[in-house]
């Protein structure tokens, strides 16, 4: 909650809402934000709570989906399930229009289906050396590689 009050956070993007636990603090701390809404790709997860947290719960994988523009993407706990170069094209297009903020284990963690969720799976481990193509705060802990891209950071890639 920290990282998101330093930068513009009117409209928010919870990319793998999960339990909907950044939603709900997003809503206890931030009375200004005007947006929130949220994407899982597994819809048993979405219960009645995450219909009244988020304004609007989309159901698909956002590696494929067309997002509109949000002034935070939180990609927490999540990236670990995707492939490097997919996650990487991810942040590139949300890049175009907002922040990215990034949290996930700073060692990998095995981990399998969950609850029937296949998505649950791990398949990566990122470092912070995994996001050197970028200028990026680095907000990491003991436990996790946190990191905050703004727009205004340039992917030296390209």
Do not use: C
């Not at 981990?111 to 791990?122: D, I, K, L, V």
């Amino acid at each position: 909650m920290g990282i998101i009050s330093t930068i513009n956070h009117n409209n928010i993007l919870d990319i793998g809402v999960g339990r909907g636990k950044y939603g709900f603090l997003i809503r206890e701390y931030f009375s200004d934000v005007n947006k929130l809404d949220g994407i899982d790709i597994f819809e048993k997860y979405i219960t009645d709570i995450h219909k009244n947290i988020y304004d609007n719960m989309l159901i698909g994988n956002a590696l494929d989906m067309e997002i509109g523009n949000y002034d935070v993407h939180l990609l927490i706990d999540i990236i670990e399930h995707w492939d490097k170069e997919e996650t990487h094209n991810l942040i590139s297009r949300l890049l175009k229009n907002g922040n990215v903020i990034i949290a996930t284990p700073n060692r990998f963690i095995q981990q399998g289906a969950y609850m029937g969720n296949e998505w649950e799976r791990h398949k990566t481990f990122w470092s912070l050396d995994d996001f050197k193509r970028y200028s990026f705060k680095d907000f990491s802990n003991d436990v996790s590689n946190i990191i905050l891209i703004t727009k205004n950071d340039l992917d030296k890639t390209n």
